[in-house]
């Protein structure tokens, strides 16, 4: 055998493979995708069936230059990327690559797949090559397509009717409906009171309690007591009862019941449970699982430690089925082994993404053996993969439920439900999490209780309940509805919600999806104008469609034909609707002071209520309610002598004059922690710490916006040995570790923190300067072509001005593409 080239996606794969295969075998990275549709209108042309212009994908050319040199010394290339529809794709689009500069002539192509990166399962692959797959290949171009049709399209009407720089895509508009909707109901929702009743009771010194289930003999529903008066009767009826006839137990029964494993995890059901049991996010789940996939340095080897973990697939293969019955009869004995393996069956019409669940590659790699060899979010996900894996095929669990009823020969009942674990099976080892709170009456352990015995009653007593709007979604939810609705497929599941958060249409606190402003306004309008195409039976359709291209059923180009013509006149009918239509929301008001109708409008800081009258009125106010007078500070402005208030903007509270806009003073409401060290630039004011619209901490000038200067490190008074700039600041790396750096960009000297001075005067002796960007050369080439709209810049209002410090470094700018902190009051 002559040399061979296999490609895959990641270089970490490619590492593990390149490990099994031997020397006849060179293997490289594609880093993932080669080539994509042109990021601009007319990439994909629907007048001549569909037609796509794709270009190479400038960040991984590099890659494909190092393959096509590959390629040239070997004697066939192997394709290795992912075993589904993206992977076969981007194997596609390689062979596309290299045929146009006719590196393939006389050379084989093979497609190897393989779900788990094993020396067995890579040699196997490698002995049982095929074809690339044209059918999974057009499938996943008609998702591109689809999503550029919409994207391209869509989007810009967003821009022109709502805000510029926004997006709209065919699965993400569904995802953000789902989460707009659930605010709605929410909003909508009206709470309703209602009361319970229940005792504390104990048998011996073991207590329990009960809770009452009927009066007068009928069945009590949830809202039979809606006050606290009628549940104070019924407390007080039930104790004069209990003192005249005691509590007895009058009936007592018990079911043995069974509790089956789940089955082994897929995508969604992997990121449900590591969102409840983990506290992952769906895109930190996938992240993880892609490195336990491609291989992790355990001691002497690199393995893949799980098979594929794209999938929508629960069956496993047969060798794996065997390796952990074995397993489960070596470690937990033959009782806790089923009599035949369990084989689940996948619900999925077309579970295309992979063949088998989400399962250790080596079930004798267990949790505890790689416990400290792992990192720690690789270890947690891992035990959670192999624990899930093994349940699945244990012996089910077998429990005891007991209901006990309990009176005082009256007409009301109490019922205490409890639970006994008679036989642990597959409980020993994993139990699935749930996503809310469930009813924990058949956890509770009750003490034994016979027919006829009377137990004590510590108290009686009646609790207020108010019924609660369903929950706001979190991850593992908003995975679980999007599958229900049969929206997107495993391997988008993550890059949705992410996109979501990206394009700040939702924002996550404690753990849970809020629609913001925005999100809720392009919500309405998609909702309003595009309801058919962020309909879920639709989008869950289109999905369908896609399936049954990858099936060889349908061909993409009449599929996407469907789709394009009704779209395209939806468009163009849409193209009139106003922008105060787009962004604004009737309210059933009138304005206080000209009686036109109020809306809800969107603006920079999210949605308030202003009349629809303006510009002729200027009424408006905030969302939650009358606008209030601004609260007094208490003193008066240095700089004009109007009485400072407090204001609320984008950062919170601070502090303003009362004459504004003629007036533009504004403090800052607390003071910015000081360092003591006074500014290098102007020499006045002192360095403080300060935080960026990201959240990031950084240090500037505490006369801002008179002086601009700021660091992104923590200053230190001590001048730098090559420049004498009187100021140095931290800066810790992960290759370097903890320094001191001159912030002077032509200097830019730097050292170790614990440097002393002879290893300074070392460095320094050894120490070149970084070269400027552009030498004067291509300084001169430049300067007419940049001269003229520098010239334009400076004349227009409110240009950004770039402030440099002595010695000629750059500081903190107010202009877009500045890399230095942006400094706000």
Same mark, same amino acid.
């Given at each position: 055998?002559?040399?061979?080239?296999?490609?895959?996606?990641?270089?970490?794969?490619?590492?593990?493979?390149?490990?099994?295969?031997?020397?006849?075998?060179?293997?490289?990275?594609?880093?993932?995708?080669?080539?994509?549709?042109?990021?601009?209108?007319?990439?994909?042309?629907?007048?001549?069936?569909?037609?796509?212009?794709?270009?190479?994908?400038?960040?991984?050319?590099?890659?494909?230059?190092?393959?096509?040199?590959?390629?040239?010394?070997?004697?066939?290339?192997?394709?290795?990327?992912?075993?589904?529809?993206?992977?076969?794709?981007?194997?596609?689009?390689?062979?596309?690559?290299?045929?146009?500069?006719?590196?393939?002539?006389?050379?084989?192509?093979?497609?190897?797949?393989?779900?788990?990166?094993?020396?067995?399962?890579?040699?196997?692959?490698?002995?049982?090559?095929?074809?690339?797959?044209?059918?999974?290949?057009?499938?996943?171009?008609?998702?591109?397509?689809?999503?550029?049709?919409?994207?391209?399209?869509?989007?810009?009407?967003?821009?022109?009717?709502?805000?510029?720089?926004?997006?709209?895509?065919?699965?993400?508009?569904?995802?953000?409906?789902?989460?707009?909707?659930?605010?709605?109901?929410?909003?909508?929702?009206?709470?309703?009171?209602?009361?319970?009743?229940?005792?504390?009771?104990?048998?011996?010194?073991?207590?329990?309690?009960?809770?009452?289930?009927?009066?007068?003999?009928?069945?009590?529903?949830?809202?039979?007591?809606?006050?606290?008066?009628?549940?104070?009767?019924?407390?007080?009826?039930?104790?004069?009862?209990?003192?005249?006839?005691?509590?007895?137990?009058?009936?007592?029964?018990?079911?043995?019941?069974?509790?089956?494993?789940?089955?082994?995890?897929?995508?969604?059901?992997?990121?449900?449970?590591?969102?409840?049991?983990?506290?992952?996010?769906?895109?930190?789940? $996938?992240?993880? #699982?892609?490195?336990?996939?491609?291989?992790?340095?355990?001691?002497?080897?690199?393995? =893949?430690?799980?098979?594929?973990?794209?999938?929508?697939?629960?069956?496993?293969?047969?060798?794996?089925?065997?390796?952990?019955?074995?397993?489960?009869?070596?470690?937990?004995?033959?009782?806790?082994?089923?009599?035949? #393996?369990?084989?689940?069956?996948?619900?999925?019409?077309?579970?295309?993404?992979?063949?088998?669940?989400?399962?250790?590659?080596?079930?004798?790699?267990?949790?505890?053996?790689?416990?400290?060899?792992?990192?720690?979010?690789?270890?947690?996900?891992?035990?959670?993969?192999? %624990?899930?894996?093994?349940?699945?095929? $244990?012996?089910?669990?077998?429990?005891?439920?007991?209901?006990?009823?309990?009176? #005082?020969?009256?007409?009301?009942?109490?019922?205490?439900?409890?639970?006994?674990?008679?036989?642990?099976?597959?409980?020993?080892?994993?139990?699935?999490?749930?996503?809310?709170?469930?009813?924990?009456?058949?956890?509770?352990?009750?003490?034994?209780?016979?027919?006829?015995?009377?137990?004590?009653?510590?108290?009686?007593?009646?609790?207020?309940?108010?019924?609660?709007?369903?929950?706001?979604?979190?991850?593992?939810?908003?995975?679980?509805?999007?599958?229900?609705?049969?929206?997107?497929? *495993?391997?988008?599941?993550?890059?949705?919600?992410?996109?979501?958060?990206?394009?700040?249409?939702?924002?996550?606190?404690?753990?849970?999806?809020?629609?913001?402003?925005?999100?809720?306004?392009?919500?309405?309008?998609?909702?309003?104008?595009?309801?058919?195409?962020?309909?879920?039976?639709?989008?869950?359709?289109?999905?369908?469609?896609?399936?049954?291209?990858?099936?060889?059923?349908?061909?993409?180009?009449?599929?996407?034909?469907?789709?394009?013509?009704?779209?395209?006149?939806?468009?163009?009918?849409?193209?009139?609707?106003?922008?105060?239509?787009?962004?604004?929301?009737?309210?059933?008001?009138?304005?206080?002071?000209?009686? %036109?109708?109020?809306?809800?409008?969107?603006?920079?800081?999210?949605?308030?209520?202003?009349?629809?009258?303006? *510009?002729?009125?200027?009424?408006?106010?905030?969302?939650?309610?009358?606008?209030?007078?601004?609260?007094?500070?208490?003193?008066?402005?240095?700089?004009?002598?109007? *009485?400072?208030?407090? %204001?609320?903007?984008?950062? =919170?509270?601070?502090?303003?004059?009362?004459?504004?806009?003629?007036?533009?003073?504004?403090?800052?409401?607390?003071?910015?922690? =000081?360092?003591?060290?006074?500014?290098?630039?102007?020499?006045?004011?002192?360095?403080?710490?300060?935080?960026?619209?990201? =959240?990031?901490?950084?240090?500037?000038?505490?006369?801002?916006?008179?002086?601009?200067?700021?660091?992104?490190?923590?200053?230190?008074?001590?001048?730098?040995?090559?420049?004498?700039?009187?100021?140095?600041?931290?800066?810790?790396? %992960?290759?370097?570790?903890?320094?001191?750096?001159?912030?002077?960009?032509?200097?830019?000297?730097?050292?170790?923190?614990?440097?002393?001075?002879?290893?300074?005067?070392?460095?320094? #002796?050894?120490?070149?300067?970084?070269?400027?960007?552009?030498?004067?050369?291509?300084?001169?080439?430049?300067?007419?072509?940049?001269?003229?709209?520098?010239?334009?810049?400076?004349?227009?209002?409110?240009?950004?001005?770039?402030?440099?410090?002595?010695?000629?470094?750059?500081?903190?700018?107010?202009?877009?593409?500045?890399?230095?902190?942006?400094?706000?009051?």
């Amino acid at each position: 055998m002559g040399q061979q080239l296999v490609v895959v996606e990641s270089p970490a794969k490619a590492k593990t493979i390149e490990k099994y295969l031997g020397k006849d075998f060179t293997v490289l990275a594609s880093y993932g995708h080669v080539r994509d549709l042109l990021p601009k209108e007319g990439a994909v042309d629907p007048e001549h069936g569909f037609a796509m212009r794709y270009a190479e994908i400038e960040r991984n050319q590099r890659h494909v230059e190092a393959i096509a040199k590959a390629l040239r010394s070997a004697d066939a290339l192997w394709l290795a990327t992912d075993p589904d529809r993206e992977g076969e794709a981007i194997s596609w689009h390689l062979v596309e690559l290299l045929r146009e500069r006719g590196l393939l002539k006389g050379r084989a192509v093979h497609r190897v797949v393989f779900h788990e990166i094993t020396q067995k399962a890579v040699r196997e692959a490698i002995a049982h090559p095929r074809e690339i797959a044209g059918d999974l290949v057009n499938a996943q171009q008609a998702r591109r397509a689809l999503d550029y049709l919409v994207g391209f399209n869509l989007s810009p009407l967003l821009w022109r009717k709502v805000r510029p720089g926004l997006s709209a895509g065919r699965v993400q508009s569904a995802a953000l409906r789902l989460v707009c909707e659930r605010e709605d109901e929410i909003e909508a929702f009206v709470r309703q009171e209602y009361w319970t009743l229940g005792a504390r009771l104990r048998r011996a010194e073991d207590p329990f309690a009960a809770r009452l289930t009927h009066w007068q003999q009928q069945k009590l529903e949830q809202f039979d007591i809606v006050d606290g008066e009628r549940a104070e009767e019924l407390r007080q009826a039930m104790l004069q009862d209990i003192a005249a006839h005691g509590l007895r137990v009058r009936k007592v029964e018990r079911k043995s019941r069974q509790r089956q494993p789940a089955a082994p995890f897929t995508t969604s059901t992997l990121q449900q449970e590591a969102s409840r049991k983990l506290g992952f996010s769906a895109s930190r789940t $996938m992240r993880v #699982a892609q490195q336990l996939y491609e291989g992790v340095s355990i001691g002497s080897e690199t393995v =893949g430690l799980i098979t594929y973990m794209r999938t929508d697939a629960v069956n496993l293969a047969e060798e794996a089925l065997q390796s952990l019955r074995g397993f489960i009869a070596g470690h937990y004995g033959a009782e806790f082994l089923p009599a035949e #393996a369990r084989r689940y069956q996948t619900k999925s019409k077309n579970a295309q993404e992979a063949h088998e669940a989400i399962r250790p590659t080596d079930v004798q790699r267990t949790p505890d053996s790689l416990k400290g060899v792992l990192e720690r979010d690789l270890w947690r996900l891992y035990d959670l993969i192999w %624990k899930r894996s093994v349940a699945c095929q $244990m012996a089910a669990a077998r429990l005891d439920l007991v209901a006990v009823d309990l009176d #005082a020969d009256s007409h009301w009942n109490l019922r205490a439900n409890g639970s006994t674990v008679t036989f642990p099976g597959f409980m020993a080892v994993y139990l699935e999490g749930r996503d809310e709170a469930a009813e924990e009456d058949e956890e509770r352990l009750l003490p034994p209780l016979r027919e006829g015995e009377t137990v004590a009653v510590d108290e009686v007593f009646c609790e207020q309940h108010f019924t609660e709007p369903p929950p706001r979604y979190s991850d593992a939810t908003l995975v679980k509805t999007l599958e229900a609705h049969g929206i997107g497929r *495993p391997s988008t599941y993550a890059s949705i919600i992410q996109t979501l958060q990206n394009r700040e249409y939702v924002e996550v606190q404690q753990r849970r999806f809020f629609p913001t402003d925005l999100g809720r306004v392009v919500g309405r309008f998609l909702i309003q104008h595009f309801e058919r195409y962020v309909d879920y039976g639709f989008t869950a359709g289109m999905e369908d469609e896609l399936d049954a291209i990858a099936r060889g059923e349908k061909q993409w180009q009449p599929v996407l034909a469907q789709f394009w013509g009704p779209f395209r006149e939806l468009l163009e009918e849409k193209a009139t609707v106003s922008r105060q239509e787009a962004t604004s929301e009737a309210l059933d008001e009138d304005c206080p002071e000209c009686g %036109k109708k109020l809306l809800v409008k969107l603006g920079r800081h999210g949605r308030f209520i202003a009349c629809s009258g303006f *510009p002729e009125c200027h009424y408006s106010r905030p969302l939650e309610g009358p606008r209030e007078a601004p609260e007094p500070v208490g003193r008066d402005c240095p700089d004009c002598g109007q *009485p400072l208030v407090y %204001k609320t903007g984008r950062y =919170g509270r601070f502090i303003s004059c009362s004459a504004y806009p003629q007036c533009k003073h504004i403090e800052a409401l607390n003071k910015p922690k =000081g360092t003591g060290i006074t500014c290098p630039q102007c020499g006045l004011g002192e360095l403080v710490e300060k935080r960026s619209r990201y =959240g990031k901490v950084f240090y500037s000038c505490d006369t801002y916006p008179k002086c601009s200067y700021a660091l992104w490190g923590p200053p230190v008074q001590r001048p730098c040995p090559r420049c004498a700039w009187p100021i140095l600041y931290q800066k810790t790396t %992960k290759r370097r570790g903890d320094e001191l750096v001159c912030p002077q960009g032509e200097c830019a000297f730097h050292f170790p923190a614990e440097a002393d001075a002879a290893e300074v005067q070392k460095l320094l #002796a050894e120490y070149s300067p970084p070269t400027p960007k552009d030498d004067q050369d291509t300084a001169a080439r430049r300067g007419a072509k940049r001269g003229k709209k520098t010239a334009a810049a400076s004349k227009a209002p409110g240009s950004p001005k770039t402030v440099r410090a002595k010695g000629g470094s750059t500081t903190a700018s107010k202009s877009k593409t500045s890399k230095k902190p942006t400094v706000k009051a």
